[in-house]
């Protein structure tokens, strides 16, 4: 199986005042296609650092992070935007939708801002929002919707572009256990039925148990490496 993402040695230190501090000492982490990769660990262990610098959101303070075969650690604003709308997409713990528009503007907003036509995309965002329940939803605005509703409408935006990879920030962090595990559930067929790699940081052992692999932090590197069990 191809890798998609490899970084290699990742260090990030902070100066705060006369003092630096390291979040990460010299990761190396790899992703195969069509993986489904959790991280995890404690507040403070260094995994949404990691996640960040991964999605190429931050950059390293060294190492190296190839990404669909290019270099983002190095890369410019303009070649990681565009990649950001073809090839990956990210998920925050918050919806981090536009509130001012609705459900349908939200889900093709990453298109349009590609200039794709409406024409292009009309199928594919039709059978991505019948695939998770929200075409009844689609003239809605976020303030309208429930907790769940928003991170289906979040996920959406995600796979409109058809990305081969998407990163997720503690997708079920502002769910309660009953919507957390929906969406869990959702991002497992995702992976499963449409082959998308995810990787995805969380705080909950149970929904790292979704992942095909688990890789857990501790003090800015990677403790262990296990198997999800879901």
Not at 45 to 53: A, C, E, F, N, P
């Amino acid at each position: 199986m191809a890798e998609v993402l490899v970084a290699k040695n990742i260090k990030k230190s902070f100066a705060v005042g006369e003092v630096v501090a390291e979040v990460l000492k010299g990761v190396d982490i790899s992703l195969n296609e069509g993986e489904f990769v959790a991280i995890v660990g404690e507040s403070g262990s260094g995994k949404s650092t990691l996640l960040y610098i991964l999605a190429g959101i931050d950059s390293p303070t060294e190492g190296i992070v190839t990404l669909l075969g290019k270099d983002i650690a190095g890369a410019d604003k303009a070649m990681l935007a565009q990649m950001r709308r073809r090839d990956f997409s990210f998920v925050y713990q918050f919806d981090n939708l536009v509130p001012n528009l609705t459900v349908y503007e939200n889900i093709t907003l990453p298109l349009m801002l590609d200039k794709r036509k409406p024409a292009e995309f009309a199928d594919s965002v039709k059978e991505i929002v019948e695939y998770l329940g929200l075409s009844d939803r689609l003239k809605s605005y976020p303030r309208q919707l429930s907790g769940g509703e928003q991170q289906r409408v979040a996920i959406a935006r995600a796979l409109a572009t058809s990305p081969k990879i998407i990163f997720l920030d503690e997708p079920t962090g502002s769910l309660d256990k009953e919507r957390g595990r929906q969406v869990m559930e959702l991002l497992k067929d995702i992976n499963a039925r449409r082959g998308v790699a995810l990787v995805m940081v969380t705080h909950s052992p149970a929904h790292a148990k979704y992942a095909s692999r688990i890789v857990r932090m501790e003090d800015g590197m990677i403790a262990d490496i296990g198997e999800g069990s879901l």
